[in-house]
T-cell receptor
Framework: AQTVTQSQPEMSVQEAETVTLSCTYDTSENNYYLFWYKQPPSRQMILVIRQEAYKQQNATENRFSVNFQKAAKSFSLKISDSQLGDTAMYFCAFMKGYNNNDMRFGAGTRLTVKP | DAGVTQSPTHLIKTRGQQVTLRCSPISGHKSVSWYQQVLGQGPQFIFQYYEKEERGRGNFPDRFSARQFPNYSSELNVNALLLGDSALYLC?????????????FGPGTRLTVT
């Protein structure tokens, strides 16, 4: 079974600085997808960034980037130039293969951006 | 375009009762999944439906059931409610073509069992 571990329950960062959230996962699959979701206090889960396991290049979306280490089964999220609106719960998620909606989530990291 | 919608927003039930939660996917999305998010934890997969057929089931008891209608909306039913069923229930839809790997989540239904 696939498991996702986020070892940092809470983190904080000063506005405009950079923060990295950690995620490790366990799987025997070779073809899978990894995601970072953001859940603000309003509850709506929003996709931040996605990484396909077959791609060696790390995904980037504006201020958000990942460090995907397939051999180490590590998938960290880096937020640059942190903004107050980045304050939220961040969930790392794993999905094996295409057309498989059994998405496994980590327990989450609560990020607070301080002014 | 409207996103994924869920109703009701909040619900309070008593132990032993039954509850039905509703979800409308994004227009054109044929896949709907349900997740349970207990306070302080990540979401846990309950069901996936695609074209009205169950395509996946998580590790939940038979008290949990779901169905999908011809218009692709979906209902999640929970019978014989337990205190431990108190959670945020999230619905997510996914399209076939635009981005098959991306799920769009609704705002959730907060269920409290007393």
């Amino acid at each position: 079974a696939q498991t996702v571990t986020q070892s940092q329950p809470e983190m904080s960062v000063q506005e405009a600085e950079t923060v990295t959230l950690s995620c490790t996962y366990d799987t025997s699959e070779n073809n899978y997808y990894l995601f970072w979701y953001k859940q603000p206090p309003s509850r709506q889960m929003i996709l931040v960034i996605r990484q396909e396991a077959y791609k060696q290049q790390n995904a980037t979306e504006n201020r958000f980037s990942v460090n995907f280490q397939k051999a180490a089964k590590s998938f960290s999220l880096k937020i640059s130039d942190s903004q107050l609106g980045d304050t939220a719960m961040y969930f790392c998620a794993f999905m094996k293969g295409y057309n498989n909606n059994d998405m496994r989530f980590g327990a989450g990291t609560r990020l607070t951006v301080k002014p | 375009d409207a996103g994924v919608t869920q109703s009701p927003t909040h619900l309070i039930k008593t132990r032993g009762q039954q509850v039905t939660l509703r979800c409308s996917p994004i227009s054109g999305h044929k896949s709907v999944s349900w997740y349970q998010q207990v306070l302080g934890q990540g979401p846990q997969f309950i069901f996936q439906y695609y074209e009205k057929e169950e395509r996946g089931r998580g590790n939940f008891p038979d008290r949990f059931s779901a169905r999908q209608f011809p218009n692709y909306s979906s209902e999640l039913n929970v019978n014989a409610l337990l205190l431990g069923d108190s959670a945020l229930y999230l619905c997510a839809s996914r399209g076939d073509r635009d981005n098959p790997y991306e799920q769009y989540f609704g705002p959730g239904t907060r269920l409290t069992v007393t």
